[in-house]
């Protein structure tokens, strides 16, 4: 079965950092293409940043470029979310999601809240 | 980027109704488009991909078309288990977007 779990998620002053982790476990992680995608209170959903199987490639949401890494371990099966000079509106609840080919976010994990208090 | 515009916001319908919702596309994205579900403090489920696929699991009465700029999803008669936020989602480019969200609720 087919499981991602993340954690990390709390409560950070603005300007402050923190690293949300998704583990995966029930397919092989190190073939699978992953993203990270976050949904504020009360609002819709935004893609924030993707990840190649082998981490060639990775790209981000405009929102976030220059402030946030996304990185793997594929010996841990993990998928990892560096985030820095975090601001008000980065408040979310953020999911890690799969793709496979041609298909996105088939698999999501339940989510971890960032809360950050200006 | 490119924008994704859904309508209606809202939609109230009751237990049998047909259901369509439009998402458009601000630019063609061929047949790059899927469609979600989420239920209130739960992750999206992927319903549709590929615009019309429907994806291993979800009941048949779901249904997605179009390609291009313009996309519909049809839940041909609605069940108390599909009143929920329905959101589209373009992975024409590497940016995704998602649509601002259609809640269907109970009339």
């Known amino acids: 079965e087919v499981q991602l779990v993340e954690s990390g998620g709390g409560l950070v002053q603005s300007g402050g950092s923190l690293r949300l982790s998704c583990v995966a476990s029930g397919f092989i992680f190190s073939s699978f293409e992953m993203n990270w995608v976050r949904q504020a209170p009360g609002k819709g959903l935004e893609w924030v940043s993707y990840i190649s199987g082998p981490s060639r490639t990775t790209y981000y949401a405009d929102s976030v470029k220059g402030r946030f890494t996304i990185s793997r371990d594929n010996a841990k099966n993990s998928l990892y979310l560096q985030m820095n000079s975090l601001r008000a509106e980065d408040t979310a609840v953020y999911y890690c999601a799969r793709d496979r080919p041609q298909v996105p976010f088939d698999f999501w994990g339940q989510g971890t809240l960032v809360t950050v208090s200006s | 980027d490119i924008q994704m515009t859904q309508s209606p916001s809202t939609l109230s319908a009751s237990v049998g109704d047909r259901v369509t919702i439009t998402c458009r596309a601000s630019q063609s994205i061929s047949k790059w488009l899927a469609w979600y579900q989420q239920k209130p403090g739960k992750a999206p489920n992927l319903l549709i991909y590929?615009?019309?696929n429907l994806e291993s699991g979800v009941p048949s009465r779901f249904s997605g078309s179009g390609s291009g700029t313009e996309f519909t999803l049809t839940i041909s008669s609605l069940q108390p288990d599909d009143f929920a936020t329905y959101y589209c989602q373009q992975y024409s480019s590497y940016s995704r977007t998602f649509g601002q969200g259609t809640k269907v609720d109970i009339k």
């Open positions: 590929k615009a019309s």
